[in-house]
């Protein structure tokens, strides 16, 4: 048929199938092989094209009825600009981006709530103390049997003192327990990050009571007069470990708090802003996690002398106190 | 409930306005394909992990406390750090979508953030693995617990069914959804497609009064029965369709007052004819501003203009 003697709709197909067919290619090419391994003219015809199909897709809404055109446009524009809007970040600039700038600051923004995650674990500790001293059996309310591996007001001092000062961690299964720990308080401070949401009280709830488990421990640990003792083998992984679950309650905190005082906004948008800090809290309290289990998997056996111990994970976590205060902050 | 509250139900397309201002219709993954990919992306994870697992073990190169440390380094990656790593990697999709070609678009439109994808992968981790690992531990001596346990697990499954674009927590957070993959297929345009060999004289001439009756829904009801006409048919199935194409012709040309017979051998020209005639009649009314969406659309427009 002449293309004189197509009806309107039918002409504008004609004139522009190349540059559609071109552009379905470009598209395949890009979802297979990655935009940032294309060529540059490559890339820049596929922007141009995608910008031309959704000008036709536009026209073709208005002047065509020709279903299949239609879907095939629809569908077509939809897959370019899945292409063309990927992003364009490497992995690499991802996490350098977070070190350096967003990650503390997100942590100095959200200073109200670190906060409020440090106290509901320091009042849990403090009441977890106190309870203890008042009544010994509270122990074996708060302190789950697995966890404390034995070591409860029915152990002896000596055997208290050998696990604190074990020479020999092969022969002990300290590392079983190690690993148990790691992915046990990892599990926790998810918990209480996710539970932030669902309104704060969870998240507080469950901070107070990681303190009462510790503050338990450690007046089990000074009536036996082995306070300082254990916040030395405490201290070397548990002043990063702990720090990591009051900001893990922060981030959930912040986004209960968004729930329950969505203030001027509606409460799924007070809810996704408040999301863009709490989410970088989690994230450092992962790496946290992280950096403690390698911390207790590493260096509490070997370092074994009081001093050294406490030096060491008060140093550490001195690092991050730095690292929260100082990265980050714009030239002036 | 009204009809169009129904239809918008299960009506599962979306919008999304581009940033060239033009809005993109997507088709919104069901819950069947997404639990598909998320199922797949546990059992592949995890055959992964073990597989990695149970190579070191052989291998004999470390001893059981690394390794007892590595297997938890490994099975704590494919929970969090697999989904948002490969999901910023392949655009939104992980080993299990793009098996079920569904990928994660971001509902305003831009690109993908890193924090989008962070969030909705974390709350992933209260919303699908832990109540999942509570269902599977459920027990009957803490009627608590599981008391808890369901009612979190209900209200969780909830979310996704009752909002529009069935969007669970985490997607309600970082601003995105999931949807269908769309194929591109181009199929001919029929208005340009060779006519067959004519095989009489007679042409068809539509006039205006012939093509005032029908509207778009049945141009394009017409376009699909004459799409399914390219598959050739044998025997029984080929007299089925020319009697139900010798209906069609008889309705149409009843309706719009068409005056001549149409012999049988000439009713697939006539339909084609028809459908060009037609087309390029309700096109240049929609150019002058007068959609004609059905063959009601005379009543349409005496209520008034329609919502």
Not at chain 1, 194 to 218: D, E, K, M, R
Request: proline residues 4%; charged residues 20%; aromatic residues 10%.
């Amino acid at each position: 048929m002449e293309e004189a003697d197509l009806i309107r709709s039918a002409r504008f197909r004609a004139e522009r199938e190349g540059d559609w067919r071109r552009l379905e290619a470009l598209v395949t090419q890009a979802e297979t092989r990655g935009l940032h391994r294309m060529e540059f003219a490559t890339a820049r015809d596929l922007a141009a094209l995608y910008r031309q199909a959704t000008t036709s897709l536009a026209i073709a809404r208005e002047i065509s009825l020709d279903r299949a055109l239609l879907d095939y446009l629809e569908a077509l524009t939809a897959r370019a600009y899945l292409s063309v809007y990927a992003p364009q970040e490497r992995i690499g600039g991802v996490f350098h981006r977070f070190f350096t700038r967003s990650g503390p600051q997100a942590m100095r923004r959200s200073w109200p709530f670190l906060l409020i995650g440090f106290l509901c674990m320091g009042l849990g500790g403090l009441t977890g103390y106190l309870l203890y001293f008042e009544n010994a059996s509270w122990f074996y309310v708060f302190m789950p049997p697995e966890l404390s591996g034995g070591r409860d007001p029915a152990a002896s001092t000596d055997y208290l003192r050998s696990v604190i000062y074990d020479q020999n961690p092969a022969s002990s299964g300290l590392s079983a327990f190690a690993a148990y720990l790691f992915s046990h308080n990892t599990r926790i401070a998810i918990f209480i990050f996710g539970l932030g949401a669902f309104l704060c009280a969870p998240a507080i709830l469950l901070t107070f009571y990681n303190g009462l488990i510790v503050g338990v421990f450690l007046a089990l640990h000074v009536d036996r007069g082995l306070g300082l003792d254990l916040v030395g083998w405490l201290s070397i992984h548990g002043v990063t470990e702990l720090s990591a679950i009051c900001i893990a309650c922060a981030g959930g905190v912040q986004l209960g708090a968004a729930v329950l005082f969505p203030g001027d906004l509606r409460r799924a948008e007070a809810l996704r802003l408040a999301g863009r800090d709490a989410v970088k809290l989690a994230i450092i309290a992962a790496i946290m996690l992280v950096a403690a289990a390698l911390l207790e998997g590493f260096a509490r056996q070997l370092v074994q002398s009081l001093e050294a111990r406490l030096a060491l994970g008060w140093g550490v976590g001195a690092l991050w106190l730095l690292w929260v205060l100082v990265a980050g902050r714009r030239a002036q | 409930m009204s009809a169009g509250a129904t239809r918008d139900l299960l009506d599962r397309t979306d919008r999304l306005m581009s940033p060239e201002g033009v809005p993109i219709r997507f088709e919104v993954a069901g819950l069947g394909a997404r639990f598909g990919a998320q199922l797949a992306d546990i059992v592949l994870s995890s055959l992964a992990a073990i597989a990695l697992v149970v190579a070191l073990t052989f291998s004999g190169l470390s001893s059981p406390q690394t390794l007892v440390a590595v297997t938890a380094m490994v099975f704590l990656f494919i929970r969090i750090p697999y989904y948002v790593l490969s999901e910023l990697a392949w655009n939104g999709q992980t080993i299990g979508k793009r098996f079920m070609q569904i990928k994660v678009v971001s509902n305003d439109g831009g690109a993908l953030t890193t924090h989008a994808l962070v969030v909705r992968n974390l709350m992933k981790e209260a919303e699908i693995f832990l109540p999942g690992t509570l269902v599977l531990t459920l027990s009957t001596q803490t009627p608590v617990l599981s008391l808890i346990a369901l009612a979190w697990v209900i209200g969780v499954l909830l979310v996704p069914i009752l909002n529009k674009r069935s969007r669970r927590l985490g997607d309600l957070i970082a601003g995105t959804y999931v949807v269908h993959l769309p194929k591109p297929i181009l199929l001919a345009d029929l208005a340009q497609a060779p006519p067959p060999e004519p095989d009489g004289t007679q042409t068809f001439v539509f006039l205006t009064h012939h093509l005032d009756h029908y509207g778009i829904y049945e141009l394009q009801t017409l376009e699909q029965i004459l799409r399914a006409r390219d598959r050739a048919l044998s025997g029984a199935a080929a007299e089925r369709r020319a009697a139900t194409d010798a209906q069609i012709v008889e309705k149409i040309r009843r309706k719009i007052d068409f005056a001549d017979a149409v012999p049988p051998e000439d009713h697939e020209r006539f339909l084609r004819a028809f459908y060009n005639a037609q087309r390029a009649h309700l096109e240049q009314r929609q150019l002058f501003g007068d959609q004609r969406t059905d063959k009601y659309h005379k009543f349409h427009k005496q209520a008034g203009p329609a919502d």
